[in-house]
């Protein structure tokens, strides 16, 4: 495979570099006809596509770093959100409508989740219990305040499920390489 090839595709299968992106053959792939012999239409498609992503893929390198500025920006919001509600915990709960003490116990909930997700410790375990409570504030607000998806003053419930997607990232991909215990 010639040099410049290799620098704008990665190596080829079977050259015994490993790049630790899942392999689809497309090293037999011919542009202009837009065949793979013996492939499927399907994997035709999914490899010109490839193909065509290919100016962006040295940025792959960066996806654990990527990762890890992921987890400090949900960190960073759950800590706050989770001091706030632990700070003072009786106004809290009249702002929100909730008891003292489930105030409390979201409060805290918050605080050691933003500090699981933001230090990489057990990331899984605290991106799940991130998104449980996501839900809760969703469902809370759609069926007791009965706000739209973008919601008043921007306090939709919009904001909240982008916490639930973030989460999810986090929790399929255990949060990247730099965390501190799985």
Sequence with gaps: MSR?????????????QDTGQPNIACENFDANTAEIQGSTALQVIACAFRKSLCMFSQLTKFTDIGLLLLRLMVG???L?????????PGERSKDIGIS??????????ELTGGLGVAFGVLTQ??????????????????????TDFWGKNASGWHYDLLFVVMNLVILFT???RYVLLY
């Design 4 to 16: 410049r090839r290799e620098e704008r595709f990665g190596p080829e299968e079977g050259s015994g």
């Design 76 to 78: 960073v919001v759950f």
């Design 80 to 88: 706050t959100g989770g001091w706030n509600h632990l700070k003072d």
């Design 100 to 109: 003292k003490g489930f105030t409390l116990f979201l409060g805290a909930a």
């Design 125 to 146: 375990l605290a991106a799940m219990g991130l998104i449980l409570l996501m839900l809760g504030a969703i469902q809370r607000k759609i069926f007791v305040w009965h």
């Design 174 to 176: 255990n949060g990247g």
